[in-house]
C-alpha cells in the first residue's frame, strides 16, 4: 500500500514538473515571436561624391566647373597683366584648385585636353602641385621651368592620383611658357588647353572588414562594346569624357555634339556600312589607338555652319583607311554653301587621300598633318578653301604628294614625295592634273591659291610643278613662295621647278629665293 502511494505521489511529481516544462517551453517559444527591440528612424545613405575645379582670377576661387570662359584670359588680373597675344618668352599662370564638395574621400586626375592649331609646338607647360594663390609673390617660370613638359595634341594626365579628404582642396597652378627662341613659323597660330578633372572615391571610409573594399576603383571610363553602346555614349558625353570601345564596330558612327571627348578604339576596327564609318559635324573628338577601315569615308568632316565647328584629331596609333579615308567638305547633305569651319589634326596614319572639297568656299577649315599619309594616287587633294599644314615629322607619299587647286598649303616641314614617271603631263576636269610632283599646283579659275614653302623635303620627277590647265589668268590669283626647304629630283626627271608657260600673271618672285 505504501509502495503504491510512493509510485503514485512520485507519477503526480513528474507529470507536474513535465507541465510546468511545456509551459515555460511554452513562454519562451511565445517570447520569441512577440518581443521586439527598435531603433526608430534608421534610414541607409549612399555617400556622395563630389568634385570641383576652382580657380582664383585675383578675387578668390570660384567655380569653373561649367566649362564657360578662358582661363588664361581671367587669369591676366591675378599675375598683374593685361591680356596679350602669346609672343616669344611669355609665360601665363593660372591657380587652381580641385576641391571635394560631397561627403566621400576621394582620388582624382587632372586631364589636360590639347587642341594644336599650329602653337603647340613652341609651348611648354608646368602643373605646379601645392602652389596657391599669392596676390604679393606671383609664381615665376624660372623658379618650376625644371619640371617642364612639351604641349602636345591629345588628352594629357597632369597630375595622377591626387587624394582628397571631405571639405578639403588641392591648390596648383598651371603655368604655360612659349619658347624664347619659336620663330616667325609660330606667327598667327593657337592652342586650346582645356582642363578636367575625373575622380572616384578613395580607401579611406570603412565598412565591417577594413577602409580596403574600394581599394581598386577606377577612375570613369565609358566603355562600348557594339554600335549601339558606342552611339548611346557618345549621345551622352560630357567635356572630357573618355569612351573605350571593347569591339569591333560595323556600322557608321555619328558624332554631331558640342562636347569635347576621347574615343579609344582599344585595338579594335570600326568599319561602318557602305557610306562610311565616321561622320563629324560638330564638337571635338580625338582618336586613339584603332584602326578606320571603311568601305566609301573613313572619316567625313563636314566644315558645317558658323554655330558648329567640328573638330577631329587622329592620334598616334590610329589607321584609316578607305576609298576617301579623309574627306572634308561643306555642311553634308545639302547643295548650299556653308562656311567651312572644320580642323583635322592628323598625327597618325592615313592610308588612302586626303581630300579637301571644291565646294569649300569659304570659311577656315584648317587641316594640320603631323603624321602619314600614303597613297597609291595623289596623297593630298587640297581641291577647296582650307588651309593645310605639314609640319615637322610628317610624311605625305603619293603619285604626286600634295595637288593644290584652292585653298592655302604651308609646307614647315616633313617630307613630301611624288613617285610617279610620267610619260606627259596629264590634265582633266575631275582627276588630278599632275603625276609625278611632289607639290602640285593646278589652277581651274575658280578659286584663289597660296603656297608658301619655308622648309621640308620635297622629292618628285619635278618636285614643284605649276601648270594652267584651262589657261586662265593667274593674276592676282595664284601666288607661289620658296624660301627653304630641299627639293630632290628622282625617277629620271630634269628640273627642280617647273611653271607651264600658260600660267601667265603668276606671282612666283620668291620661288628661287
Known amino acids: 500500500m505504501t509502495k503504491k502511494k510512493s509510485t503514485k505521489r512520485a507519477l503526480i511529481s513528474s507529470l507536474l514538473i513535465l507541465a510546468m516544462c511545456f509551459t515555460m517551453l ?41 566649362g564657360q570662359g578662358d582661363i588664361f584670359k581671367e587669369a591676366a588680373t591675378a599675375n598683374n597683366s593685361t591680356v596679350t597675344l602669346w609672343e616669344p618668352g611669355k609665360t601665363q599662370i593660372v591657380y587652381l584648385g ?63 592620383n591626387g587624394k582628397l579628404d571631405v571639405g ?23 592652342v586650346i588647353i582645356d582642363v578636367a578633372v575625373v575622380a ?42 573618355i569612351i573605350t570601345v571593347t569591339g569591333d564596330i560595323d556600322d557608321y558612327i555619328v558624332i554631331n555634339t558640342d562636347k569635347e571627348i576621347t574615343i579609344d578604339l582599344g585595338g579594335n576596327t570600326i568599319t561602318g556600312d557602305s557610306d562610311g564609318a565616321f561622320f563629324v559635324y560638330d564638337g571635338t573628338v580625338t582618336l586613339k589607338n584603332g584602326t578606320i577601315d571603311a568601305d566609301y569615308f573613313g572619316i567625313l568632316v563636314a566644315g558645317a555652319t558658323t554655330d558648329k565647328n567640328p573638330h577631329v584629331i587622329i592620334g598616334e596609333g590610329v589607321t584609316v583607311k578607305g576609298d576617301y579615308p579623309i574627306f572634308v567638305r561643306k555642311s553634308y547633305g545639302t547643295n548650299t554653301e556653308a562656311e567651312g569651319n572644320a580642323t583635322v589634326d592628323i598625327y597618325g596614319k592615313v ?21 602619314e599619309i600614303e597613297n597609291d594616287d595623289v596623297a593630298v587633294a587640297l581641291n577647296g578653301k582650307a588651309t593645310v599644314n605639314v609640319k615637322e615629322g ?107 608657260p600658260e600660267c601667265t600673271g603668276i606671282d612666283y618672285s620668291n620661288i628661287y629665293a
Open 168 to 190: 578639403e582642396t588641392d591648390y596648383f597652378a598651371l603655368a604655360v611658357h612659349m619658347d624664347e627662341l619659336a620663330g616667325n613659323e609660330y606667327q598667327e597660330k593657337d
Open 394 to 500: 610628317a610624311k605625305i607619299t603619293g603619285t604626286t604628294g600634295i595637288e593644290v587647286r584652292a585653298g592655302k598649303l604651308t609646307v614647315e616641314g616633313g617630307t613630301i614625295t611624288g613617285t610617279a614617271q610620267p610619260s606627259s603631263n596629264h590634265y582633266n576636269g575631275s582627276g588630278t592634273s599632275t603625276a609625278g610632283a611632289g607639290v602640285g599646283v593646278s589652277y581651274y579659275g575658280n578659286a584663289t591659291i597660296d603656297v608658301s614653302i619655308t622648309n621640308g623635303n620635297i622629292s618628285g620627277y619635278t618636285p614643284l610643278y605649276i601648270v594652267n590647265p584651262n589657261g586662265t589668268d593667274y593674276t592676282g590669283k595664284v601666288k607661289v613662295s620658296v624660301t627653304g626647304g630641299t627639293f630632290n629630283i628622282i625617277n629620271g626627271g630634269a628640273q627642280k621647278f617647273y611653271v607651264a
Open 351 to 371: 592610308e588612302g587621300i586626303l581630300f579637301v572639297d571644291g565646294n569649300m568656299k569659304t570659311g577656315d577649315t584648317v587641316i594640320n598633318i603631323y603624321g
Open 200 to 241: 572616384t572615391q578613395a580607401t579611406v571610409e570603412e565598412d565591417s572588414f577594413g577602409n580596403q573594399y574600394d581599394a581598386l576603383a577606377e577612375f570613369p571610363v565609358i566603355k562600348a562594346a557594339d554600335t549601339s553602346a558606342l552611339r548611346t555614349a557618345i549621345a551622352d558625353a560630357e567635356n572630357g569624357d
Open 26 to 66: 511554452a513562454g519562451t517559444t511565445f517570447a520569441w515571436f512577440t518581443d521586439s527591440v527598435t531603433s526608430s528612424n534608421n534610414r541607409i545613405l549612399a555617400g556622395k561624391l563630389k568634385v570641383d575645379l576652382v580657380m582664383n582670377s585675383g578675387n578668390g576661387y570660384v567655380s569653373i566647373a561649367d
Open 98 to 160: 580641385v576641391e571635394n564638395k560631397g561627403n566621400l574621400a576621394l582620388k582624382y586626375n587632372i586631364i589636360l585636353s590639347i587642341a594644336d592649331r599650329g602653337l603647340a609646338g613652341a609651348l611648354q607647360y608646368v602643373l605646379a602641385d601645392g602652389v596657391e594663390y599669392n596676390n604679393v609673390q606671383a609664381t615665376k617660370w624660372d623658379d618650376i621651368k625644371a619640371d617642364a613638359a612639351p604641349v602636345v595634341a591629345g588628352t594629357i594626365t597632369a597630375a595622377p
